[in-house]
C-alpha cells in the first residue's frame, strides 16, 4: 500500500518549536518532490514549502520564510519539517504530499500522494 504518514504535530505555546515528519511506505521518495501544505477550516489550502527531488532546493511562502526549514532523509524515506518561531496564524492541519517530478527544481503543483494530516495548534 502506497502511502504517506504525517506525525509530530500538537499543541504548542507561540515562540514555541514543532518538527513534522512525514514517512512514506510501499514507494522511495527519491524520484518524488515533497511539499508540505497546511489548510484550516473556510481557507484554501496553502502550500508552505516543497523541496525538489533531486538537487534539494526548496520554495518557500513568505509567510514562513525564515522560520520553517524542510529537509530530507532518502536513506529513511522521509522528509520533516521544521518549525520554529511558531504563530497563531501556523494554526492548521499540515499535510505532506508527492509529486513525481524527477528536477533540479521545487515542483509540486500535482501530488499524487497526500498524507492524513496532523493538527498544529499554537496558542497560549
Known amino acids: 500500500q502506497l502511502q504517506l504518514v504525517e506525525s509530530g504535530g500538537g499543541l504548542v505555546q507561540p515562540g514555541g518549536s514543532l518538527r513534522l515528519s512525514c514517512a512514506a511506505s510501499?514507494?522511495?521518495?527519491?524520484?518524488?518532490?515533497i511539499g508540505w501544505f497546511r489548510q484550516t477550516p473556510g481557507k484554501e489550502r496553502e502550500k508552505v514549502v516543497c523541496?525538489?527531488?533531486?538537487?534539494?532546493?526548496?520554495n518557500y511562502a513568505d509567510s514562513v520564510k525564515g522560520r520553517f526549514t524542510i529537509s530530507r532523509n532518502n536513506a529513511k524515506n522521509t522528509v520533516y519539517l521544521q518549525m520554529n518561531s511558531l504563530k497563531p496564524e501556523d494554526t492548521a492541519v499540515y499535510y505532506c504530499?508527492?509529486?513525481?517530478?524527477?528536477?533540479?527544481?521545487?515542483?509540486?503543483?500535482?501530488?499524487?500522494?497526500w498524507g492524513q494530516g496532523t493538527q498544529v495548534t499554537v496558542s497560549s
Open positions: 504530499a508527492a509529486d513525481r517530478v524527477y528536477s533540479d527544481y521545487p515542483i509540486c503543483e500535482a501530488p499524487a500522494y
Open positions: 523541496i525538489s527531488s533531486n538537487s534539494g532546493s526548496t
Open positions: 510501499g514507494f522511495t521518495l527519491d524520484y518524488y518532490a
